[in-house]
C-alpha cells in the first residue's frame, strides 16, 4: 500500500470517528417523575423518548433520580456534563422543592446554576415547567410556578409550561399517591415534551 492509500484510509477512518462522535445526546436531569417511580423503567417517558427518537440515532441519558432536589441536581451535574458532553440538556426539577417547602429563591437560584452550567457547556436547554398543589397556600404555588417561564425567558431557553398537563387532573392516570403519574400517562407526558425537543435538534450544529 502505497504512503499515499495510507493517508486516504486514515482520513476515510478519522471521519467514520468523528460522524460517530457527533450522535446527538439527550442529558435529562430529573426526579421521580422522569425515574419511572411505581412503574417499569420501560414504560417511562424518558424510555418512550429513546425508542421514538432511536431511528434518528439519538442517544438519551437518563440521570434522574427518585426523590431528587435541585440541589442535588446542581452537585451532579458537571461531572455528567463532562461525561456525556449532551447536546440538549431537559432540566425536570423542583417537585421535590415544593412538597418540602424549599424557599422559592433557593430553586430559582439552583435551576439558573443548572442552565449556565449546561450552556457553558455548549447545551441547549429544556425546562419541563412544574406545579405543586394548593394546599401550600397560593402565594408559595403561584410563586413556584412562575419560577419556569420567568427563567425561560431570561436565558432564552425552550419551555414546557407543565410536564403533567393532562395527567395531573386525571385520577386515572394517577398512581394510588394522587402525584406519580400510571404507566398509562407516559405516552402523554412524552406527547407534551416532543413538540419543544424536535426543533433542537433538528437545528444545525454550529
Known amino acids: ?32 417523575l422522569s425515574a419511572g417511580y411505581g412503574i417499569q423503567l420501560d414504560e417511562s417517558w424518558v424510555t418512550l423518548l429513546q425508542q421514538e427518537l432511536r431511528k434518528d440515532k439519538v442517544k438519551v441519558v437518563n440521570a434522574s ?13 458537571p461531572a455528567l456534563l463532562t461525561n456525556h458532553q449532551p447536546d440538549i440538556v431537559i432540566i425536570e426539577l423542583g417537585g421535590n422543592d415544593g412538597l418540602r417547602g424549599h424557599p422559592i429563591y433557593t430553586l430559582q437560584n439552583n435551576i439558573q446554576t443548572m442552565i449556565t452550567d449546561s450552556k457553558t457547556a455548549g447545551a441547549d436547554v429544556i425546562l419541563l ?6 394546599n ?17 425567558e431570561k436565558n432564552s431557553v425552550s419551555l414546557v409550561p407543565f410536564l403533567l398537563e393532562g395527567v395531573a387532573t386525571n385520577t386515572d392516570l394517577l ?28 437545528k444545525p450544529k454550529k
Open 136 to 152: 401550600y397556600g397560593s402565594r408559595y404555588t403561584n410563586k413556584f410556578r412562575e419560577i419556569y417561564p420567568k427563567l425561560a
Open 175 to 202: 398512581q394510588k399517591d394522587g402525584i406519580h403519574p400510571t404507566a398509562e400517562a407516559q405516552p402523554t407526558i412524552l406527547k407534551n415534551v416532543l413538540p419543544v425537543l424536535l426543533p433542537l435538534l433538528e
Open 65 to 77: 433520580v427518585s426523590g431528587e432536589t435541585s440541589g442535588g441536581g446542581v452537585a451532579r451535574l
Open 129 to 134: 415547567g412544574m406545579q405543586i398543589p394548593t
Open 1 to 32: 500500500m502505497t504512503f499515499v492509500r495510507i493517508l486516504l484510509v486514515l482520513f476515510v477512518l478519522a471521519g467514520a470517528h468523528m460522524a460517530q462522535a457527533k450522535q446527538p445526546t439527550i442529558l435529562v436531569m430529573g426526579d421521580s
